[in-house]
């Protein structure tokens, strides 16, 4: 009887003090190996910071742990599509496809580089068989409706934003290209209203106020126009095609001091378009500054040599600075 006591006081003794040494297991060195989630994770966040390469190794590592993963070849083929490394993102995209053949965002990315790389006609079969596979994919239609729109097939442009926009009626890059292809064949009423609905969407769209202005110019709402490239150049004040286009349309409204300081806005972003300090010049002329309009006619040569406007304007302002000086002297 006493041994079995001495057995059981010792096997409680055993356990107890199994239990004080349990805690200790909880500071034991844990195994520091990132898992399959937080390398997509961490990819993901590199991605948003456009550290690309880095994203692209989080990505790489994530597939040597799960080499069939269509979510993260999708990804890494994103990455290095930012890099314009259009061939590696295209293998990366490929064995998405091949991997997954219904999965519609793979055939959309596939589609997106080739037609970065100028193949238009496969880009489009993409796009044709990711609506295939998901009949509601709306990106697809927008991507589609893009090509189509570069190619001048306006009408199949328009059914393609049409299809996107009845999925998914808040897209509002869908409104802005329908309103830029109604635009573009002369509908410019209907190209405004589309441009609103964009703006409505997304206020935050340049390419939008942009668009609106020149529709409102081809209806020669000036003044809406100046306002609209004025809102474009708030959200995007270093482009240079917003600059030039709120010159010329305060050259409109006889706003020359405007266009003169909108032109050379403009020239400061990019000093190697003639067509712009020809531009200046002639604000430049009709403010009197007759040297400084030679100026530029000079600049504008120096670029090119043989631009027959910019020859002509300046023996017109060589004209007109001689016959303003001999005024003067009277």
């Known amino acids: 009887m006493e041994k079995k006591l001495v057995f059981l006081f010792l096997v409680l003794i055993f356990f107890a003090a199994c239990k004080k040494e349990a805690p200790l297991q909880e500071n034991a060195p844990q195994d520091e190996t990132p898992n399959f989630a937080s390398l997509i994770s961490d990819g993901d966040q590199k991605m948003k910071a456009g550290s690309y390469r880095k ?5 790489t590592r994530a597939l040597v742990l799960i080499p069939l993963s269509v979510e993260c070849l999708n990804k890494r083929g994103k990455a290095k599509s930012a890099l314009r490394d ?10 998405a496809v091949q991997i997954g ?10 589609g997106g580089v080739k ?7 496969e880009a489009l079969e993409d796009y044709g068989r990711a609506v295939e596979v998901s009949p509601s994919c709306f990106e697809a239609f927008y991507q589609s409706g893009l090509i189509k729109s ?32 109604k635009y573009k064949s002369g509908r410019y009423n209907e190209a405004v209203t589309d441009f609103s609905l964009a703006i409505a969407i997304d206020a935050s769209l340049p390419s939008a106020w942009f668009n609106r202005a020149e529709a409102k110019e081809a209806l020669m709402d000036y003044a809406g126009a100046l306002a609209d490239y004025d809102k474009a150049s708030l ?4 482009n240079f095609f917003v600059q030039l ?11 020359f001091a405007g266009a003169e300081k909108n032109f050379g806005a403009a020239i ?53 600075m001689a016959v303003s000086e001999q005024n003067n002297a009277m």
Not at 115 to 121: P, T, V
Not at 235 to 238: A, G, I, Q, S
Not at 245 to 252: E, P, Q, S, V
């Open 245 to 255: 286009a709120l010159g010329f349309a305060r050259n409109k409204l006889h706003d």
């Open 150 to 181: 570069a190619l001048g097939d306006f009408a199949g442009a328009l059914d393609d934003f049409n299809e996107c926009i009845a999925i998914n009626y808040a897209h509002a890059h869908a409104y802005n290209a329908r309103g830029f292809v």
């Open 268 to 320: 400061t972003i990019r000093s190697d378009y003639g067509a712009a300090y020809i531009a200046r010049s002639r604000a430049r002329q009709e403010l009197g500054d007759y040297k400084g309009a030679i100026a530029d006619c000079e600049k504008a040569l120096k670029l090119n040599g043989k631009d027959k406007e910019a020859m002509l304007l300046r023996s017109v302002l060589y004209m007109k």
């Open 101 to 110: 053949p219904r999965d519609p965002q793979s055939l959309i990315n596939r």
């Open 115 to 121: 037609y970065m790389q100028g193949a238009f006609g």
């Open 86 to 95: 259009f061939a590696g993102a295209l293998a990366d995209f490929d064995r």
């Open 235 to 238: 959200l995007e004040p270093r």
């Open 55 to 59: 994203a692209i190794e989080d990505y």
